[in-house]
Structures are given as C-alpha cells and as structure tokens.
C-alpha cells in the first residue's frame, strides 16, 4: 500500500486556528478490509464549516478526533478496491479527509460521479456541490424569494453568496451583495450580475446601515446571511414588512466570541423571520437541484469561481483564506 | 369642560427613563368638535411597548410627540358625544393616553366594550385585550405548538407569558417558565400549572442553559420570547430540530444597550427559526380570539392576574414595574 500524507488535527483550537493546531505526518496506509475501497484524493473542498468540526462540542456533525485527519469533501479516483460497485479508476466524491488516500466503504458517504458531465471536475465541489445545493435549497426553499423583491446578500463574493446572488437574478429580485474590498465588489457586478455591490471594508453599523438603504430604496425582503454580526444588524435595520432572513454561516463570528445580533427588536417591528439552514436536509433532492443548476448554467452562465491551491502542505494556509477573505470563489485544495 | 390631568412626555429618556421625563400637568379639556366624544378614563394598560414609543425612532407606532400626554390603550366611559354611535354613559376602550379625559372620534382605535361581558371590566386590558390576543395569536399561530412538544416561555410570570404557559398546557405540551425570584417561580407552577419553572436570577448564561436541560430533558421545542440576552441565548442552546423561536418581546434590552444574541449559530445546527411577532396583525381575528379565550376561562380556568395600581400621579412608578419586575400580573393603572 502507498505512504499517505495526513493532515491531523492534534489541537483544538482556541479562537483563530493556528499552524501548531495541526500536524502534517506520513502514515502507512492500511490494509484493505472486505467491502473497503481506497480512494485517491485530487481535491478536496474547504468549507468554513470545517471551524465547528474543529472544536470539541462539534456542530451538526461530531468533532474531528484529535490526531485524526481533519475531515473534508474531497474528490479522488479509486485505487484499489474490496468493494461491490466501486472499480479501480472510478471518479468518487464524498465526505473524507485531507490526506493523499482515503478509506471508504459501501453505504458510506462516498459515490461514483461522471466526469463528462462537468466541464472540469472540480465543479462536483462547487457548482454540483454542496455549495451549489445550498445556495438552491437554502435561498429558494428556505427565503420563498418573489420576483420584484429585494435580495440582500453577504459574503456575496463567497462561493455560496456569488451563486446565491446569480440565481436571485434569474428569479428577477434586485439583488445587492456585501463584500470585503473593490475588487470583490468590481466582481459581484461585472461577473455575477448583482446591481449593487457594498464594500463593508472601513465601515461601522451605522455606515453600513446607511449603505444598504441606499443600495436597497425599496427595503429588503430576503437577506441571505453568511457572516453575521455589525453586517447582520445593519441588514435586520431595513427589513420589510415580512421579511426572510435565511441564515447560512456566521463566519465573522467562527474564530472569535460573537459579538451578538443587537437588532433583533426589529424583527419584532417588521414581523420578519431568521431560519437556519443546512443543505443537509435537502440531500435527497439534490439530484433535482443539480439538474437545475446544470439547466441554468447552460441557458443564463450561471457561474462560480474555484480558488485551486496547490498542496497538502498549506491546507493550513488555504484554509485560513476563508477567514481572511483573500479567497476568489470556492476554495479547492488540489492534492494530486 | 372639566379640568384634565395629564401625563406628558416631556423629554426623551435616554436609556432608563426618569421622573425627569415625564410631568404631570392640569390642563383645560377643549371643547368637542362635532364627530369627536370625551371619554373619562378609568383605567389604562401599562405595557412594555410604550417604552419604544418614547424614543424618536419609534417602532411599530410613530414616536408620542414631546410635550403630549403618554399614549396608552384606556378603558373608560363616555362623558359627552358630538359622535353618532357614541352616547353618554356608554363604556369604550381605545388607544388614547394617560390623563383623565381623552377626545376620540368616530373611526378612530375606540371601540364600545360591554361590561356584562366579563367578570372584571379590566379584563378588557388583560385577557380578553391586547396581552390575551398576543398569547393567543403569537403562540398559536406563530409558534405552531404540537401536542407532547416542550415549550419554554421567558418573562412567564408577566401577562403574556402567564397566559401563555396556560394556553400550551391547555394544548397538551410540556411547558417551563423563566422567571425572576421564587414568589414568581412558585405562581407559576401552583397557579398557572406550569410543569416547571427556573428562577433565572443569579443564574449566568451557563447556569441558565444547564437548568433548562434539566427541566426540559426532551429538549425545547417552541420558545415564547419576552426578556431577549442571556436568557434567550441559554434556551437557543437547547433547541430541539426545527424549533420556533416566537419573538414577542425584548425587555431585558429597552431601557440598555443590548447584549445580542450571541448563540444564533445554533439556529444553523438545529434548522430552526426565530419568527418576530406583533398582535397587530390580528386585529381583525380579534373576536375569534376573544371568544376562544372566553371558552377557555370557563372550561379551564385560564386566568391572568391583573396587577391595579391607582392613581396618575404614580404613573412613573407604575410604569417601571414592568422592567424592576416588581408587578405580579397584568399591569394595570387606576386613573378614576
């Protein structure tokens, strides 16, 4: 069996994530047992949700076990295999781990995908992904967006929140996305369509609350939420009458105490509601959301950047530009 | 006319209101224009909501102009009528102010009331008013309780929550209360068959959320909010899967900067929704409200203590009660 490059957690970390936290080793990679396959990784997909799965309490999954390689989406090409249904030098995606090889069984949480029906494979990670299933489910099931409605985004230059913006278009909503600095702004309305963008970069609560009341003149109706504090409660101050908040990620609050949404009240004056979502419950579905987004993709561009980096040897690094926001659209760590 | 003392607003409090803020003054009733009737108020509803009508933002009513009587729903008896439909002697309740006489006209928010109708003519403030349509309406509609689900209600020794802890038992749940002290600890389980109850006082978020894990062992399904801060964080932690988080009120926040909700992440984790909710919105089901509540008084005993303070000059005091805690029931001021 080959030498496997493992990416373990051997820490929890304590706020911010730092390089110690974690450990890059070589292993032996195990026999094979019946009914186990060992998957090649090439790609794996770095998600801000990897944080929780850092901590000991977890989120909606359990914590990573300390000295174990720290769990992520990945893509790969089986090696070998001991598994009914799975061949060598099948293309599979499923939830594993940063590290050259992963084991996988039948009835796991990996499955053969077809490369041919992607322009690049990477796109099973993003667009075809759980990013693209969560923007579909999360912003059409979970906000019920109505033509003619205003869509606030944040994040909006992030894989989920670029895509989230692209399909508000498509459902004919004015559509402002928050980001950090010009460049990412320039994006959001030269590449994805959106009509306004807002650089949260250098501006408090009341700044920004002003900003989007003059980006939005019609007030908002659906935010979709991917970053929470000053940026949510300059969001919550001008909601409409009835108004959705779809609530995705909280990422300015994952490395750090939250600082807490303050304008809740207003929830109150305008009758409004916050949903947390999870694309997880949609999973049966996703065969009808991809098809959808395939569709979409084919007959409005709909797009989606990929951040590739290279290397196992700076997942830490790689990761940590989620949080920083020097990624341009979904982080990809290409490992073979 | 008669002469009429009125309680102004006369300065906008700036966090906790003062004596300072408000005066007493006696003033000439002007004389009725034709369309317009004087009513003699009896007694008038002190709720928390006429905090945020102080303020120069206002919330869901435009703010009470400085220099004018505090606005507050009244109920009292007419004493002259230029109005057709309006007589002499008739009893009305309305949105009017804390003073003696109040002018209203046809088509305004005064309606005739029958006191025949209820036991006490105050119940037209509490029960059968307002506070009894926001129990009703906010916890049956918004929330959406299910037989054998667990609800916790915050502030549940105050009007609202006391009725809404009747109403969920009434309706086949589990319910807990959030109070402050064990005098209204002990009511809400002798009186208002609560299955448990926690006295959130000198209990941090920590303690908070371990008590309620301990009262509510198959974990919290709907939460009726009233108090905001620590202890809607502590009972954000102990959602259930797809919990309704109904938001009626603030409290702990009107008079001081809020905290903010710092544990809305767990909303992600648990698919669940927070949903503001405003009895506004029910007006015109109002006495389908009413004659449910009335079935109920009669069938279950659903009751709510009314607490009658007498006299304008101690308006002020009164009216702090409701952030102090030290009312025991629907706050209610005497005025004649």
Redesign the interface.
Known sequence: MPQNRRFLLQRRPDGEPVPEDFELVTEETPQLADGQFLIRNHYASLDPAMRGWMDAGG??MPPVPLGDAMRASTIGVVEESKAEGFEKGQWVMGLNALEDYSISMVGGFTQPIDPSLVPEITNYLSIFGAVGMTAYFGFLEVCEPKEGETVLVTGAAGAVGSLVGQLAKIHGCRVVGIAGGPEKCARLTEKYGFDAAIDYKGKDESALTEAIAQACPKGVDVIFENV?GAILDAGLMNLNLYARVG????IS?YNT??????????????????????VM?FVERFPEGAAKMGEWAASHGLTIDEHVDEGLEGAYDSFMRLFAGSNDGKMILKIA
């Open positions: 989120n909606y929470g609530l995705c990620g909280l609050e105490e939250a600082v807490g949404a303050r304008n809740l009240w207003n929830l109150i004056v305008t009758r409004s509601s916050i949903r947390g979502l999870l419950d």
